[in-house]
Nanobody, 118 residues
Framework: QVQLVESGGGLVQPGGSLRLSCAAS????????MSWYRQAPGKERELVAS????????NYKYSVKGRFTISRDNAKSTVYLQMNSLKPEDTAVYFC???????????WGKGTLVTVSS
């Protein structure tokens, strides 16, 4: 059974940090590119960061460049999102997504809520 389970969300003050984790199971993790998306209340889901199946290349939404870092550990089947210098506009539910590197197969997690507020 395929599972993507996000964790690490919570309430943090502006300027603070959080590290999100997404633990994968039920598929060959190393064959999938991984991405983090977020969806704020009343807004569409947007891509935040992505990483290739080997971890050799990453991409970021412009507004998070220099503050967020995506990484993965294929031995642990886990992808991470380190978020620093958090801003209130980063408040959203964060989802991880797995995309097979050669097919259209994708999987989504159920999300973890990040709230940035004083």
């Amino acid at each position: 059974q395929v599972q993507l389970v996000e964790s690490g969300g919570g309430l943090v003050q502006p300027g603070g940090s959080l590290r999100l984790s997404c633990a994968a199971s039920g598929f060959t993790f190393s064959s999938y590119a991984m991405s983090w998306y977020r969806q704020a209340p009343g807004k569409e889901r947007e891509l935040v960061a992505s990483i290739t199946s080997t971890g050799g290349s990453t991409n970021y939404k412009y507004s998070v460049k220099g503050r967020f870092t995506i990484s993965r550990d294929n031995a642990k089947s886990t992808v991470y999102l380190q978020m620093n210098s958090l801003k209130p506009e980063d408040t959203a539910v964060y989802f991880c997504k797995a995309s097979h590197r050669m097919t259209s197969v994708t999987y989504w997690g159920k999300g973890t809520l990040v709230t940035v507020s004083s």
